[in-house]
């Protein structure tokens, strides 16, 4: 059974570090891993994913104060969030597309549970 598992996430002042975790568990193969996040009364939109070639794509709005790395024996992704704004506020939810281990046909897309970031002013 496919489970994306996110930890971390938190309160955190203006200026600060946070980070976040999500393992993806009961894929036969990843197509891309990562990071969306959505603010109250927003869309969803993308914070950083990394693909099958490795290839990290980040938001505009957050390149150079976020970092993604991944431990691939792990299927982990982490990503370290410095230089925190209010408006980085949101509930951050792990995805990824992949082919489940189970034997369904895919790839699909799936999402986590979502973990709560909150910077203060």
């Known amino acids: 059974q496919v489970q994306l598992t996110e930890s971390g996430g938190g309160l955190v002042q203006a200026g600060g570090s946070l980070s976040i975790s999500c393992v993806a568990a009961?894929?036969?193969?990843?197509?891309?891993l990562g990071w969306y996040r959505q603010a109250p009364g927003k869309q969803r939109e993308l914070v950083a994913l990394?693909?099958?070639?490795?290839?990290?794509n980040y938001a505009d709005s957050v390149k150079g104060r976020f970092t993604m790395s991944i431990e691939y024996d792990k299927s982990t992704v982490h990503l370290q969030m410095n230089s925190l704004k209010p408006e980085d506020t949101a509930v951050y939810y792990c995805?990824?597309?992949?082919?489940?281990?189970?034997?369904?046909?895919?790839?699909?897309?799936?999402w986590g549970q979502g973990t709560q970031v909150t910077v203060s002013s």
């Open positions: 009961g894929f036969s193969s990843i197509n891309y």
């Open positions: 990394v693909d099958i070639g490795g290839d990290i």
């Open positions: 995805t990824a597309k992949g082919v489940p281990r189970t034997g369904s046909r895919g790839p699909f897309d799936f």
